[in-house]
């Protein structure tokens, strides 16, 4: 099977996009997601996104983490966003489906917004946090997060008993109390990612609610994103926005069949 794709990356978290509006693929057999994700033998991504079609929405987006997995990806959506304006499925705005429920994204001055989840409360764990954001993040706050060892400690975190599903794990560095550095190690690409959107806004959640700030720039390896959100009196969060870049890198054709033979 010949299938067209698009590259996009946002703030350097990198995903191959399909328009699969005739869902031909088949997402019950994920060997082949894993095998294009592959920075070797494949084309290279954090993750697959198909955008299918679904009655009430513009689109359904349709996200694979590198080994197969299934989650909410921030970075992932304001992809799809762009791909699907660029598709011409929807212009200015859109109501799309993800895993965790409907989503509202803008695109504008550049950029894409994309509104995320309400998020229902901040998680004490002694000095650090977990916070639900459509996939789960654990936050640690670190000195001089440049120099720190994501990849180690971050995979201790992953699997540890505290989490007998795995998380994702966030190390960051407060610059002021409305910016701060964020570095992640993602669960299912099990490896530092140079952003994450679901990520950066629940460290963004957490930092905010410390320093009494509604609106937080983040920077990670791949770039300055930004979180805007609306507290609200009983611990949770509303109107929470995530703003930055969304780029097409380039678009091909890759034979699946042909593929899947030569790494199996």
């Known amino acids: ?35 294009l994700c592959h920075r070797r033998f494949g084309i290279g991504a954090d ?9 009430g929405y513009d689109f359904h987006m349709h996200y694979f983490n590198a080994d197969g997995s299934q989650s909410m990806c921030g970075n992932g959506a304001r992809c799809a966003l ?49 916070v639900d954001t459509g996939s789960p993040h654990h936050i640690r706050f670190v000195d001089k997060v440049d120099n720190y060892p994501v990849v180690v400690e971050g995979s201790k975190i992953r699997y540890s008993e505290d989490y007998p599903l795995g998380t994702n794990v966030n190390f960051v560095e407060r610059k002021n109390e409305a910016e701060i550095m964020v570095r992640t190690y993602e669960r299912g690409v099990e490896d530092e990612t140079f952003s994450c959107g679901t990520g950066v806004t629940a460290c963004a959640l957490v930092h905010g609610s410390l320093f009494k700030s509604n ?14 959100f609306q507290p609200q009196g009983n611990g949770s969060y509303k109107d929470i926005w995530l703003i930055g870049p969304a780029e097409q890198v380039f678009s091909g054709k890759v034979n699946l069949e042909k593929m899947a033979m030569s790494i199996a």
């Open 82 to 130: 762009a791909f699907a304006s660029f598709l011409g499925i929807f212009k200015g705005q859109a109501h799309f489906l993800a895993i965790d429920g409907p989503h509202q994204g803008i695109i504008r001055n550049g950029l894409v917004e994309l509104k995320m989840g309400d998020v229902g409360h901040l998680l004490p764990k002694g000095e650090e946090w977990y």
């Open 215 to 228: 609106t937080v720039r983040i920077g990670t390896l791949g770039g300055t994103l930004k979180v805007t």
């Open 47 to 55: 993750g697959i996104i198909l955008l299918r079609n679904h009655e």
């Open 1 to 35: 099977m010949i299938v067209e794709f698009y590259k996009y990356q946002g703030t350097g978290n990198d995903f191959v996009m399909i328009d699969d509006r005739s869902s031909s693929l088949d997402i019950g057999d994920v060997s082949w997601i894993r095998k």
